[in-house]
């Protein structure tokens, strides 16, 4: 959020459970009812309709959960951090839950200009939920990471383009298995563009699904350092004067 007068904060929080399955406008709009139910000092927009100066990170699919979402939100006046997180998850809907907060620096990036990478663990099934041997997928992906690339086929504009997923691919690995099959440890680029998973698993290999998504970790890398976006634009503490 590029920054106004006030006190702009950064919340992580996570997705979880049922709740995955609501469209990131109705997180939106659990997180605005939250901030009103805690009569947070809010920021509003000018003009016709005034909202609340609230801006998200990468939309999350619906039907996938996480433990690494992220939104900015511009109060007017300074809270109390130390409370916020405990505050807002108490009027938030079961499986959204805030896990962090920062004061942020005045005219931070925006989160979705900032992300550069995000790690997901997906747990992957043969079609209609067949289930597939670990030997299996891991052969897969050895052999996806070995090819010069990794093309898929996208709509874009009403029309299929060929695109290549390789360059967005940073690390795939098979980490073990959960009840429902193997699981794999995914890291993606965003930028320029990004992928989502079950795309991912086409390029690996047709026939693999993307059957539990959990995003884990969202990165701003910045000169060499990779760092979790409640640190990356944080506000730098002014320390307190000592009594002479």
């Known amino acids: 959020m590029r920054g106004d007068e006030g006190f702009p904060v950064r919340i992580r929080f996570t997705k979880r459970g049922k709740v995955r399955f609501i469209s990131h406008r109705d997180v939106a709009r659990a997180f605005e009812r939250a901030f009103r139910i805690e009569q947070l000092p809010l920021a509003f927009t000018q003009g016709f309709a005034p909202r609340p100066k609230v801006s998200f990170g990468l939309a999350l699919s619906v039907g996938h959960e996480s433990d690494a979402e992220y939104l900015d939100v511009q109060l007017v006046d300074e809270v109390p951090l130390d409370s916020l997180a405990q505050r807002v998850s108490d009027a938030l809907p079961t499986g ?38 670990v030997d299996k997928v891991g052969a897969a992906v050895d ?22 997923l390789r360059s967005i691919v940073r690390t795939m690995a098979v980490t073990g298995a959960d009840d429902l ?12 563009r990004g992928a989502r998973p079950a795309e991912v698993l086409t390029a690996v290999d047709g026939e693999l699904v993307d059957r539990r998504v959990l995003r884990t970790t969202q990165l701003i890398e910045r000169g060499g350092a990779r760092l979790e976006p409640l640190e990356a634009d944080a506000r730098s503490r002014v320390p307190e004067a000592r009594a002479s």
């Open 96 to 133: 959204i839950d805030v896990t962090g907060t920062a004061a942020l620096a005045d005219r931070a990036p925006a989160l979705q200009e900032s992300v550069t990478a995000v790690a997901y663990r997906v747990t992957v099934t043969g079609p209609d939920d067949e289930r597939v041997g």
């Open 143 to 164: 052999r996806a990471l070995a090819r010069p690339a990794l093309p898929i086929t996208r709509t874009r504009k009403g029309h299929e383009v060929t695109e290549d």
């Open 181 to 192: 099959g193997p699981v794999l440890d995914l890291e993606l680029s965003t930028q320029p």
